[in-house]
């Protein structure tokens, strides 16, 4: 017998940690050890789910440490068959699905997987807001280590890591650029066709309101700026912030006495200017559930961005000169310069008033707007301005780039410093989504690993 074998003989019997009526018994597991200890693997990969489905884990996918389902982008195999894509949910207790609201919410329809480590006496079925059932796994506790990973990352690096890193210098550098190149190739392209399809003023504005949407926001944008298009808006600069919160649907209707007397007296305003027009608009209006607010942080609360929008209108003929000068710095100027007296000092029409104003736009969004309305509009009519893009600095390192770098590069010491770009972060990005979130073998049968040695 091994000294290993000797010791692991000497060791009192395994004790589950879980059970019925005994929940997390030897010590209080929080739910993020919880999801650490699964993103770890440290329940396994195979599971047997309530209904008798055999469910193969091929890749765990992201941790979402944001609002929405715990991890987004894993593959998972039934019965053998293909792996499929979707979200994974894992709640201490089956009955939370439904405690939490996740029931309702169309953030979680995305969801492929719900795990639990207890269940209710009664059966309990996990359905989305759609009325779909999702398959349910009842983990093992007795698989839960003393004591959960220390360290968890948003994402596990893949196979390409080991190429990227063997390439002679630059050449990391110089896939990123291509990769770049032709994001911002295909961005102007889009825009290039909305501004056929609706002139170059519209395809500019409903750039700029999609990028204000930032991330679960961008759709709603859209929708408002398809209702409610910019020439109409000019026609009716008295107005624009009534038909932009009318049409938004963040009008509230009744209950005026429950806001403060400054809130009081804004929506006193905008609804003067939205009682003569709500019988024409009001059917257009976009429906609460349009919106995501959930995990948003106050600065960028979609009500702020309508605020936004309302004074880029306001003054459209800047933006238009701002398009055609392209000068980075004068753009960073105009936003920063954006104000509107009450939501300077206000997050949302419910909130408590600020100390002290805060920008409309801030500097990581007009980042986000050159890198994504500006640049790429500018490089329909000058191939020459990809020399300005790459060189715009990145504002800040967001949740999808992090996941993007620890991917592809680990923690490989160049990798921060190629990130210091907004060019560079988009070819991340653009190769992220090519191979990663189109690859459901967990790197396996990924073709981006042999490509990268054939870089020239």
């Not at 329940?43 to 309530?50: E, I």
């Not at 399809?197 to 961008?218: C, F, R, V």
């Not at 000019?234 to 403060?260: A, C, I």
């Not at 992220?432 to 981006?448: G, R, T």
């Amino acid at each position: 017998m091994t000294p290993a074998a000797h010791y692991a003989a000497l060791r009192p019997p395994e004790r589950s940690r879980l059970g019925e009526g005994d929940f997390f018994s030897s010590r209080k597991w929080t739910e993020i050890e919880l999801q650490a200890s699964w993103f770890a693997g440290e329940f396994g990969t195979r599971f047997q789910a309530t209904g008798g489905e055999e469910v193969r884990i091929v890749q765990f996918g992201v941790w979402n440490r944001e609002a929405g389902p715990d991890f987004a982008e894993a593959a998972v195999s039934i019965n053998g068959a293909a792996p499929i894509r979707g979200s994974v949910e894992l709640d201490p207790d089956a009955r939370d699905w439904e405690r939490h609201g996740h029931a309702v919410n169309p953030d979680y329809e995305s969801v492929i997987l719900h795990i639990f480590l207890q269940k209710g006496s009664a059966a309990f079925f996990t359905r989305t807001a759609r009325n779909r059932n999702v398959l349910q796994v009842l983990l093992d506790p007795s698989k839960l280590g003393e004591e959960p990973p220390r360290s968890a990352p948003l994402a596990k690096p893949g196979r390409c890591l080991a190429p990227l890193r063997d390439l002679p210098g630059g050449k990391a550098a110089d896939i990123l650029d291509a990769a770049a190149q032709f994001r911002l190739q295909n961005k102007a392209a889009r825009i290039a066709r909305a501004a056929d399809a609706h002139g170059a003023d519209e395809a500019l504005y409903q750039a700029l309101a999609a990028t204000l949407g930032y991330k679960g926001n961008t759709f709603a944008f859209t929708l408002l700026t398809q209702r409610l298009p910019l020439r109409l808006l000019l026609r009716e600069k008295e107005r624009v912030d009534s038909l932009l919160f009318g049409v938004s649907g963040f009008l509230p209707h009744t209950g005026m006495g429950r806001f403060p007397q400054e809130t009081r007296s804004y929506l006193r305003a905008i609804w003067e200017g939205w009682w003569p027009e709500r019988d024409k608009w009001e059917r257009l209006a976009l429906k609460p559930e349009r919106w995501r607010t959930g995990g948003v942080r106050p600065a960028n609360h979609p009500q702020r961005r309508v605020a936004a929008l309302a004074q880029i209108v306001r003054h459209w003929g800047k933006v238009r000169r701002l398009k055609e000068s392209l000068d980075p710095k004068r753009i960073h100027a105009f936003f920063a310069g954006l104000h509107d007296e009450y939501w300077d000092l206000h997050y949302t029409l419910t909130a408590e008033g600020m100390t002290a104003p805060m920008a409309l736009v801030g500097e990581s969004r007009v980042t986000e707007m050159l890198a994504n309305v500006f640049y790429p509009l500018a490089i329909l009519a000058e191939p020459a301005a990809w020399s300005g893009y790459a060189n715009l600095a990145a504002a800040s390192v967001n949740r999808r780039v992090e996941t993007a770098a620890i991917r592809l590069f680990g923690g490989m010491p160049q990798a921060k410093e190629m990130l210091k770009t907004a060019a560079r972060q988009q070819g991340l990005m653009q190769i992220y989504e090519d191979f990663c979130m189109k690859d459901n073998s967990d790197c396996a049968e990924c073709l981006f690993p042999q490509q990268i040695g054939q870089w020239r």
